[in-house]
């Protein structure tokens, strides 16, 4: 495991847990390492076990820390990485749209996430490497089918060339946060996968919690 961080700021409103799940060459940690250090991973190989990276991103006026854990896509570090799905708050399922075997492997990633990870995570399907368009075996439509089929988000990118990777990120943590707006997802509880990275935040949400409650005063 190796650590990449960009600590481009001194403080944060909200900290997610993502994963990047997917089967194994279909450039899972160039996407990370793309997205973190905005330059393509040279002479990648294989993950043995997980990597690990942080980035704050600045999402609707709100500073965010991504905790990012890439995990291997080879079936013998399978029990391993499983184990780092709990509580996670957001993923990237990835498959490489130049290889049918990736995407017919998709429902198994699938499956693992939602049933290992946080009941309300929020997936992005990601179609990566669109720059070996010549070399295409999923199309952009069946993709997406599969996408609405099973309630995700769907994007194509490119970790060498980085297109759309830190769109990627940012589009799962908009749907993040929008739930937290929503109500849906409550950073205080035990493994949503979401953190208050500024305490100040955590008493205003407390603050007009208190202020929604209806006044209990009955006269008896």
């Not at 997406?144 to 940012?170: I, K």
Request: aromatic share 10%; glycine share 8%.
């Amino acid at each position: 495991m190796y650590v990449l961080k960009n600590p481009n700021s001194h403080f944060e409103d909200y900290l997610f847990k993502f994963l990047i799940i997917g089967s194994a060459g279909c450039g899972k940690s160039c996407l990370l390492h793309q997205f973190i250090e905005n330059k393509f991973k040279q002479d990648s190989s294989h993950t043995i076990g997980v990597e690990f990276g942080s980035k704050i991103v600045n999402v609707g006026g709100k500073a965010v820390k991504l905790q990012i854990w890439d995990t291997a896509g080879q079936e013998r570090f399978r029990a391993v990485t499983r184990s780092y799905y709990r509580g996670a708050a957001g993923a990237l399922l990835v498959y490489d749209l130049s290889s049918r075997e990736t995407y017919t492997e998709l429902s198994n990633w699938l499956t693992d996430a939602r049933q290992l990870a946080s009941p309300d995570i929020v997936i992005l399907l990601v179609g990566n490497k669109k720059d070996l368009e010549a070399d295409r075996e999923v199309t952009f439509l069946e993709a997406s089918c599969f996408a609405q089929e099973n309630d995700l988000m769907f994007l194509e990118t490119s970790a060498l060339t980085g297109d759309n990777v830190e769109e990627a990120f940012l589009k799962c943590s908009k749907s993040i946060l929008a739930k937290i707006a929503a109500g849906e997802l409550d950073p205080e509880r035990i493994g949503s996968g979401i953190q208050y990275g500024d305490a100040t935040l955590k008493r205003l949400r407390q603050q007009n919690n208190q202020r929604k409650q209806p006044d209990c005063m009955c006269k008896m």
